[in-house]
């Protein structure tokens, strides 16, 4: 038994890859992102060096600020646009205005000019790279159609990020030894450009949405994301904790440099080689995260990848031994890989599509104020006590923060298995198997049970249509002109015909069976059927097929 699991497992793991290699659109959106955080790692170390040679450890701390807040401020100001038309050319103008701002970074360092400018042009960086993970995040569902190719997906950009995480600090490690921060700039801006370029071929049915270029509402809008994340205790839990992560991101920026040149004597090309240990572990946590992609368990593992963000700061400033600071940075990114699927899949599968990427980009302000919060309060601390003590106090907030979140993330866990046998359901109704998973998931959270004892009636013919049905256990027969016409059971549905033609029900139908249904109210099943073309498309024919079958006078289920 066991063996036949793991060997389960493992096909899991390898469907999670092959699912995307297959899928062109969510390739090139992946080979996007890969593209797009390779430059912004080999960006920050480059600016990090930049940072220190002006003024140490606080100039560090103090960039790390300054670059950070005006991003926090305008995420949620700028992420409703990728609530409007196509996501993808909100990363097209994201990712072409940090090529073009980076590469100006590249020329400024090359002539020497005052780095003041550089912070400058980081700051616009960084204004536009806010705006990337809320859109590409958003992007991801609507190129789905279940919760295990979005599982997979985010499996596979966890591991994507990895790899960026590995190589873009190691591009910047070796160039920074035979070259300098101009050339680490240059190449950090054709990455960007060439993740622009990816996406300029993407083609998708996208569910709809507003207008791109209406008259735009940005203060009501900004709101209503805020508003979803404020009502909902376990976005707000899942937002808390990857903030806490963001924090220890912040000072890994500033632990990096000072590790290597105060605490190991590694000089400035070492800055480079930790953070390149955190990508290693990074793709070694992303292979070990595939395994996740079928487990009902990804509010545990996001605790434990909360966990390994803080931990191994602790360690280093215990045992501040060269192998083992490698070995231990390592261990960040096995807890960044666990984030990247659990916390990215968990926050996909809770927020409605409508203000998904408003939701990511409360995300994004919150990492960039505590990036830029964390970056500063360890160089304050640094000053204080010293560099090993703050290691100890700044890697102990994720840990204990996780732990004080534990019961709450496995209940989540139990919420969202029940969300997903809903979600199974819906999805074996033909009609229905057509649409995009946000589009399903936003029909599961307008269903409503209702239970019919055997023998009675669901509806009448002549009755007013205002629900359409999907059997959950039990059958039902279907009547018309005194006589059954079809027989339903688990995972079939009728009433659509009186919903989709605006007309009374033309036949009866009435539970054989003790009998248990979900409902969706008319407008709630009009508005993402009709809205989406392949299913619209589907319904219409479907229709056609039923009346022919079960009703010579054109009369509905």
Same mark, same amino acid.
């Given at each position: 038994m066991g063996e036949t699991g793991s060997r389960q497992r493992l096909a899991d793991a390898a469907s999670a890859f092959t699912s995307n290699a297959r899928n062109p659109d969510l390739r090139r959106a992946q080979l996007s992102f890969l593209g797009a955080w390779t430059a912004e790692w080999a960006f920050t170390v480059a600016l990090g060096i930049v940072a220190y040679r002006d003024g140490g450890a606080v100039a560090l701390g103090l960039v790390g600020l300054l670059r950070m807040l005006p991003s926090a401020l305008l995420a949620p100001v700028l992420s409703p646009f990728a609530d409007r038309g196509r996501r993808e050319r909100v990363l097209v103008v994201v990712s072409t205005v940090r090529g073009v701002v980076t590469g100006a970074a590249a020329v400024v360092a090359a002539l020497g000019?005052?780095?003041?400018?550089?912070?400058?042009?980081?700051?616009?960086?960084?204004?536009?790279?806010?705006?990337?993970?809320?859109?590409?995040?958003?992007?991801?569902?609507?190129?789905?159609?279940?919760?295990?190719?979005?599982?997979?997906?985010?499996?596979?950009?966890?591991?994507?990020?990895?790899?960026?995480?590995?190589?873009?600090?190691? @591009?910047?490690?070796?160039? $920074?030894?035979?070259?300098? &921060?101009?050339? *680490?700039? +240059?190449? %950090? #801006? /054709?990455?960007?450009?060439?993740?622009?370029?990816?996406?300029?071929?993407?083609?998708?049915?996208?569910?709809?949405?507003?207008?791109?270029?209406?008259?735009?509402?940005?203060?009501?809008?900004?709101?209503?994301?805020?508003?979803?994340?404020?009502?909902?205790?376990?976005?707000?839990?899942?937002?808390?904790?990857?903030?806490?992560?963001?924090?220890?991101?912040?000072?890994?920026?500033?632990?990096?440099?000072?590790?290597?040149?105060?605490?190991?004597?590694?000089?400035?090309?070492?800055?480079?080689?930790?953070?390149?240990?955190?990508?290693?572990?990074?793709?070694?946590?992303?292979?070990?995260?595939?395994?996740?992609?079928?487990?009902?368990?990804?509010?545990?593992?996001?605790?434990?990848? @909360?966990?390994?963000?803080? $931990?191994?700061?602790?360690? &280093?400033?215990? *045992?501040? +031994?060269? %192998? #083992? /600071?490698?070995?231990?940075?390592?261990?960040?990114?096995?807890?960044?890989?666990?984030?990247?699927?659990?916390?990215?899949?968990?926050?996909?599968?809770?927020?409605?599509?409508?203000?998904?990427?408003?939701?990511?980009?409360?995300?994004?302000?919150?990492?960039?104020i505590s990036i830029g919060a964390g970056a500063l309060a360890t160089a304050w601390i640094v000053d204080a006590w010293g560099l090993r003590p703050a290691l100890v106090v700044v890697g102990l907030v994720c840990p204990v923060l996780a732990a004080a979140s534990w019961w709450r993330l496995r209940a989540l866990d139990r919420t969202v298995g029940e969300h997903d046998e809903v979600v199974g359901l819906l999805q074996r109704v033909p009609m229905l198997r057509t649409l995009p998973l946000p589009s399903v998931e936003q029909l599961a959270r307008g269903l409503e049970p209702v239970t019919v004892p055997a023998g009675a009636t669901v509806f009448h013919r002549g009755d007013v249509g205002d629900r359409y049905y999907v059997v959950e256990s039990g059958r039902v027969d279907v009547l018309g002109d005194d006589r059954v016409i079809a027989s339903l059971g688990p995972g079939e549905g009728f009433g659509e015909i009186a919903l989709l033609r605006r007309s009374t029900r033309t036949a009866s139908v009435v539970a054989t069976t003790d009998l248990r249904l979900q409902a969706l109210g008319s407008d709630h099943f009009l508005a993402v059927v009709l809205g989406y073309t392949p299913s619209a498309r589907e319904a219409s024919l479907g229709v056609d097929q039923l009346l022919d079958r079960y009703d010579p006078d054109r009369s509905d289920p």
């Open positions: 000019l005052a780095p003041v400018a550089i912070y400058a042009l980081a700051v616009l960086s960084t204004i536009a790279a806010t705006l990337f993970r809320p859109a590409h995040s958003a992007l991801l569902p609507s190129l789905c159609h279940t919760g295990h190719e979005l599982a997979s997906a985010n499996v596979v950009r966890g591991m994507l990020d990895s790899v960026a995480t590995l190589v873009g600090p190691l @591009v910047a490690a070796v160039l $920074l030894e035979v070259a300098d &921060v101009d050339v *680490v700039f +240059a190449v %950090a #801006a /054709a990455a960007s450009l060439w993740s622009a370029a990816l996406l300029l071929r993407l083609h998708y049915d996208a569910p709809p949405r507003p207008d791109a270029v209406r008259t735009p509402h940005l203060l009501r809008e900004v709101v209503e994301g805020l508003g979803v994340v404020a009502r909902d205790r376990d976005l707000s839990l899942v937002l808390g904790l990857a903030a806490a992560q963001s924090f220890t991101r912040g000072a890994l920026t500033v632990f990096s440099v000072l590790v290597s040149i105060e605490l190991l004597g590694r000089g400035e090309p070492g800055a480079g080689t930790l953070m390149t240990a955190v990508g290693v572990g990074a793709v070694c946590g992303s292979l070990a995260a595939s395994l996740l992609v079928e487990t009902r368990r990804l509010g545990g593992w996001f605790a434990l990848g @909360v966990t390994l963000w803080g $931990l191994p700061l602790v360690l &280093v400033g215990l *045992v501040p +031994a060269d %192998a #083992a /600071a490698l070995a231990f940075m390592a261990l960040v990114g096995v807890g960044n890989a666990l984030i990247d699927v659990a916390g990215f899949t968990l926050l996909g599968r809770m927020a409605p599509d409508q203000v998904l990427a408003r939701v990511f980009g409360v995300l994004e302000s919150l990492v960039a």
